[in-house]
């Protein structure tokens, strides 16, 4: 089966702790992205990246940390420095088909604060 | 004023009516536009693509983009309780993998 897997669906993290969200892709899709939403808020990018080994900040990269090591693999990293973590995560991925740029979504991870 | 603007709801409607979904922007360099449906608890998924001005009809599913007035609209005929659902509106100014700007949503009850 192609798709996205985010892994674990619930998380829940301690104060002071770091915690990571995983993100793996089996679609050969170059390009990967995390999203943020909250309760009545629509999607906002945290970071992409659109080839291995690079990724650049979204609108709200403060407190969290990515790598792209692999093409299939894209981990977040929620840190204690993030202070307001509690939220649904959504990682996507997208591959540049004659110019058309379709994210598909993994079913989220949803992280609570202890 | 943000750059995607979407009215959350909730919206509620009766099995069969005809759904109206908006969204404006501000961003006039915007042109490839998209709707994502995205049920409770679950990822958003592709619902329909656009490119530039016009309409474009896909069963129950209409786009509509209006560029001059900066307005894009997700008509759905016939709806029925499996629509209920978050509507995403997003858009993008790029060809190729770059990131969409994302509407806030709007929550649609369809009941039976």
């Not at chain 1, 998380?11 to 995390?34: I, P």
Request: glycine content about 8%; overall charge positive; some cysteine.
């Amino acid at each position: 089966d192609g798709g996205i897997t985010q892994s674990p669906k619930y998380l829940f993290r301690k104060e002071g702790q770091n915690v990571t969200l995983s993100c793996e892709q089996n679609l050969n899709h170059d390009a990967m992205y995390w999203y943020r939403q909250d309760p009545g808020q629509g999607l906002r990018l945290i970071y992409y990246s659109q080839i291995v080994n690079d990724f650049q900040k979204g609108d709200i990269a403060e407190g969290y940390s990515v790598s792209r090591e692999k093409k299939e693999s894209f981990p977040l990293t929620v840190t204690s420095a993030q202070k307001n973590p509690t939220a649904f995560y959504l990682c996507a991925s997208s591959m540049d088909r004659g110019g058309k740029n379709i994210q598909y979504f993994g079913a989220g991870t949803r992280l609570s604060v202890l | 004023q943000k750059e995607v603007e979407q009215d959350p709801g909730p919206l509620s409607v009766p099995e069969g009516a005809i759904v109206s979904l908006n969204c404006t922007y501000s961003n006039s360099a915007f042109q490839y536009f998209m709707w994502y449906r995205q049920y409770s608890r679950k990822g958003p998924e592709l619902l329909m693509y656009t490119y530039s001005s016009g309409n474009k009809e896909d069963g129950r599913f209409t786009a509509q983009v209006d560029k001059s007035s900066k307005y894009i609209s997700l008509f759905i005929r016939d709806s029925q309780p499996s629509d209920s659902a978050t509507y995403l509106c997003a858009m993008s100014v790029m060809l190729g993998n770059t990131p969409l700007v994302f509407g806030k949503g709007t929550r649609l009850s369809v009941i039976a």
